[in-house]
C-alpha cells in the first residue's frame, strides 16, 4: 500500500480535493510509502471505543483494529466476533502486561476513565508499545511528566487525542492568526452540554479528576492555544453551581480568562449543565467563528469574508492514520504527550484560580 497526499485527499470526501490541497495542512513530510499497517489495542470499550473509535479504525489506511483490552468478558466475546479478533490479542487489565509478547500489536490507545490513564500509559511504555491516551492525558502535571518520561525512557511515542487537531476547520482556526493584519487576537471559546447519569464516573472526581473543565473546558483551552499560537501566562477562573448535589464531588460551570503574552486575550466557559458550542476569534480588522466548533462532525464555520466550506472528515479516521504516519516516519505531532502536559498546566492554574479568587500564573 502507498499512502500519498492524493490519497489522503481522497479520503477526506470527493470533489474538494483541491478545495483540501490548498486550504489545509496535511501531514507533516514525508509520508508513509511502505507496506504495515500498524496493529493498534483499545483499552476500555466503553461509548467512544465502541462508536467512535473501533468504527474509525475500519477507515484508516495505515492502522487497524489488531486487539482489546477490556474488564467485561461479555464484551470481549462481542468485539471477537464484531471485528475478527483472535483471542490471543484479547487481554484484560490484569494480564495486560503480557502484551510486552505480542508483535501484532503496535500501539495501545487508552480509552479509560481519566484516573486510569496516567496507569495504563506507563504499563504500554513498559511493554514497549506506542501510545494514544485520550484528554484529558491525566489528572495532574506530575502524572502527565511521568508518563512522557515513561514514554521516552522505553522509545515509544506519545499522543493525546485531540482528533480536532484533524479537522479542517479547526487547522483553518489554527492559520487564521497568521493570515492578515497583526492586531491584538481576542478568542472566545466555549464548550459545555447537560450531562445525564448522576451515577456515572464523570461526576466523581477520583475517577474524572474534575467535572466539565477536565472533561469539556479543555477543548476550550486548545481553542484559545493553538488560535492565538501563544502559552497563556496567567489565568482568572469563576466557579458557579446549580445543583450541589449532583456535582458534590466536582465542577459544573467554569468561566475564566487567559492572558497571553501580547496582550492577547480569551475569555471562556465550559459547564455540564448549560450546552456551549462555540469559537470565535477577532483581530483587528477580522473575524473567525466555529459554532457548533467542537462536535464529532457537523462543525459550521464563517468569517468575516463568508462562509467556510471544508468537507466533513472522519477526524478518528484522520487522527489515528496522523499518528500512525507520526510512528512510521519517525516525526513529531502536535498532539503528542508534551501538549496534554501543556493543557493540564492550564487547568491547574485554573482550579489554583478559584480556590484563591485570584489571578494565578501559570
Ligand atoms: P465510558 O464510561 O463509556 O467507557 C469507559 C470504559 O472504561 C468502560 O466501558 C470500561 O470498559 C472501562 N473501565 C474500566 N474501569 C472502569 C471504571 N472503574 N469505571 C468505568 N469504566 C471503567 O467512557 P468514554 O468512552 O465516554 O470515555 C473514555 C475516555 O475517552 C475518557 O477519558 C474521555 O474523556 C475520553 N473521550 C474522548 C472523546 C473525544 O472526543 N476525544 C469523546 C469521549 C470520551 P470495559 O468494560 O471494556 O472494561
Same mark, same amino acid.
Given at each position: 500500500?502507498?499512502?500519498?497526499?492524493?490519497?489522503?485527499?481522497?479520503?477526506?470526501?470527493?470533489?474538494?480535493?483541491?478545495?483540501?490541497?490548498?486550504?489545509?495542512?496535511?501531514?507533516?513530510?514525508?509520508?508513509?510509502?511502505?507496506?504495515?499497517?500498524?496493529?493498534?489495542?483499545?483499552?476500555?470499550?466503553?461509548?467512544?471505543?465502541?462508536?467512535?473509535?473501533?468504527?474509525?479504525?475500519?477507515?484508516?489506511?495505515?492502522?487497524?483494529?489488531?486487539?482489546?483490552?477490556?474488564?467485561?468478558?461479555?464484551?470481549?466475546?462481542?468485539?471477537?466476533?464484531?471485528?475478527?479478533?483472535?483471542?490471543?490479542?484479547?487481554?484484560?487489565?490484569?494480564?495486560?502486561?503480557?502484551?510486552?509478547?505480542?508483535?501484532?500489536? =503496535?500501539?495501545?490507545?487508552?480509552?479509560?476513565?481519566?484516573?486510569?490513564?496516567?496507569?495504563?500509559?506507563?504499563?504500554?511504555?513498559?511493554?514497549?508499545?506506542?501510545?494514544?491516551?485520550?484528554?484529558?492525558?491525566?489528572?495532574?502535571?506530575?502524572?502527565?511528566?511521568?508518563?512522557? =518520561?515513561?514514554?521516552?525512557?522505553?522509545?515509544? %511515542?506519545?499522543?493525546?487525542?485531540?482528533?480536532?487537531?484533524?479537522?479542517?476547520?479547526?487547522?483553518?482556526?489554527?492559520?487564521?492568526?497568521?493570515?492578515?493584519?497583526?492586531?491584538?487576537?481576542?478568542?472566545?471559546?466555549?464548550?459545555?452540554?447537560?450531562?445525564?447519569?448522576?451515577?456515572?464516573?464523570?461526576?466523581?472526581?477520583?475517577?474524572?479528576?474534575?467535572?466539565?473543565?477536565?472533561?469539556?473546558?479543555?477543548?476550550?483551552?486548545?481553542?484559545?492555544?493553538?488560535?492565538?499560537?501563544?502559552?497563556?501566562?496567567?489565568?482568572?477562573?469563576?466557579?458557579?453551581?446549580?445543583?450541589?448535589?449532583?456535582?458534590?464531588?466536582? =465542577?459544573?460551570?467554569?468561566?475564566?480568562?487567559?492572558?497571553?503574552?501580547?496582550?492577547?486575550?480569551? #475569555?471562556?466557559?465550559?459547564?455540564?449543565?448549560?450546552?456551549?458550542?462555540?469559537?470565535?476569534?477577532?483581530?483587528?480588522?477580522?473575524?473567525?467563528?466555529?459554532?457548533?466548533?467542537?462536535?464529532?462532525?457537523?462543525?459550521?464555520?464563517?468569517?468575516?469574508?463568508?462562509?467556510?466550506?471544508?468537507?466533513?472528515?472522519?477526524?478518528?479516521?484522520?487522527?489515528? =492514520?496522523?499518528?500512525?504516519?507520526?510512528?512510521?516516519?519517525?516525526?513529531?505531532?502536535?498532539?503528542?504527550? %508534551?501538549?496534554?502536559?501543556?493543557?493540564?498546566?492550564?487547568?491547574?492554574?485554573?482550579?489554583?484560580?478559584?480556590? #484563591?479568587?485570584?489571578?494565578?500564573?501559570?
Amino acid at each position: 500500500m502507498k499512502y500519498t497526499r492524493r490519497k489522503f485527499v481522497k479520503t477526506l470526501g470527493a470533489g474538494s480535493a483541491l478545495l483540501m490541497l490548498s486550504a489545509i495542512p496535511t501531514f507533516s513530510e514525508p509520508l508513509f510509502t511502505g507496506d504495515k499497517k500498524l496493529g493498534v489495542a483499545l483499552v476500555g470499550l466503553g461509548n467512544y471505543a465502541t462508536h467512535e473509535l473501533a468504527p474509525a479504525l475500519q477507515e484508516t489506511s495505515l492502522c487497524y483494529l489488531s486487539g482489546i483490552v477490556t474488564g467485561t468478558p461479555a464484551k470481549a466475546e462481542r468485539w471477537r466476533s464484531q471485528y475478527n479478533i483472535p483471542g490471543s490479542n484479547i487481554y484484560n487489565y490484569e494480564n495486560f502486561d503480557k502484551i510486552i509478547d505480542n508483535e501484532s500489536i =503496535d500501539v495501545v490507545y487508552v480509552v479509560l476513565p481519566n484516573s486510569m490513564h496516567h496507569e495504563f500509559v506507563i504499563r504500554a511504555a513498559k511493554a514497549g508499545k506506542h501510545v494514544f491516551c485520550e484528554k484529558p492525558m491525566a489528572l495532574s502535571v506530575k502524572e502527565c511528566e511521568e508518563m512522557i =518520561d515513561a514514554c521516552s525512557k522505553a522509545g515509544v %511515542k506519545l499522543f493525546v487525542g485531540y482528533r480536532l487537531h484533524s479537522d479542517p476547520y479547526h487547522k483553518a482556526a489554527m492559520k487564521f492568526r497568521a493570515e492578515g493584519d497583526s492586531g491584538i487576537l481576542y478568542v472566545q471559546s466555549e464548550f459545555g452540554f447537560k450531562i445525564g447519569d448522576p451515577t456515572q464516573w464523570r461526576l466523581k472526581k477520583a475517577l474524572a479528576g474534575g467535572g466539565a473543565m477536565m472533561d469539556l473546558g479543555i477543548y476550550a483551552i486548545q481553542a484559545a492555544r493553538y488560535s492565538i499560537g501563544k502559552e497563556p501566562q496567567s489565568v482568572t477562573a469563576q466557579e458557579y453551581k446549580t445543583d450541589p448535589q449532583k456535582f458534590a464531588e466536582v =465542577d459544573e460551570t467554569i468561566t475564566w480568562q487567559m492572558e497571553f503574552p501580547g496582550g492577547h486575550v480569551s #475569555n471562556s466557559y465550559t459547564s455540564y449543565s448549560t450546552p456551549a458550542n462555540n469559537l470565535y476569534i477577532s483581530t483587528e480588522r477580522r473575524w473567525f467563528n466555529l459554532m457548533p466548533a467542537f462536535n464529532y462532525g457537523g462543525i459550521e464555520g464563517r468569517t468575516n469574508e463568508g462562509e467556510l466550506n471544508f468537507p466533513r472528515i472522519n477526524q478518528q479516521a484522520v487522527q489515528m =492514520d496522523t499518528f500512525s504516519n507520526c510512528i512510521i516516519n519517525n516525526i513529531e505531532s502536535d498532539a503528542s504527550g %508534551k501538549e496534554g502536559l501543556k493543557d493540564l498546566k492550564v487547568i491547574e492554574a485554573i482550579y489554583k484560580s478559584i480556590e #484563591n479568587g485570584s489571578k494565578v500564573k501559570v
